[in-house]
């Protein structure tokens, strides 16, 4: 199976997130404020309501199709610099999202070891796990062996 391809069964976040970036390589593209739209997330859309397993999933799905999809592999042996810059872009974009859902909306569904299990659930990723250590190291430890849910 191409591992490109797996990328399109995920749970539905990051599909913006290719589509446009497939649509921009290689292609011009125009912005003008009557082409615009208002992106807008509600507390039951998909992107709020998604398990962290499904999330970390579509995260890691997405990251492998950053570094599978035929497009994006041609335009970033045509266009390096370019890419490098875009990818590191769009992988923060990312985490960081992965990332929130691990402090904040896991944290109320989670055992202790499952929020601690989702935290390394990502491929390394530096900054990723800068921001995990940092979080982790102002949870007072008795809080994390009791298993209390007030970190």
């Not at 199976?1 to 797996?6: F, I, K, L, V």
């Not at 290689?26 to 807008?40: G, H, K, P």
């Not at 810059?85 to 070891?113: A, G």
Request: proline share 4%; with cysteine; charged share 20%.
């Amino acid at each position: 199976m191409d591992p490109s391809r797996s990328y399109w069964t995920c749970k539905g976040l990051s599909h913006d997130d290719a589509l446009l970036i497939k649509l921009c390589i290689d292609n011009y593209v125009a912005l003008s404020s009557r082409c615009t739209f208002r992106f807008r997330i509600y507390e039951s859309s998909h992107g709020a309501t998604i398990s962290i397993e499904n999330v970390k999933q579509a995260t890691r799905d997405f990251l492998r199709f950053l570094d599978c999809d035929p497009k994006i592999q041609q335009f970033s042996l045509k266009q390096p610099l370019e890419w490098k810059s875009l990818k590191t872009i769009v992988e923060r974009m990312n985490w960081e999202f992965y990332y929130e859902r691990w402090t904040c909306m896991s944290r109320d569904t989670l055992t202790t070891f499952q929020w601690l299990k989702a935290a390394f659930a990502l491929p390394f990723i530096p900054g990723y796990y800068m921001r995990v250590a940092s979080t982790l190291t102002h949870i007072p430890s008795a809080a994390l062996a009791s298993g209390q849910k007030h970190y």
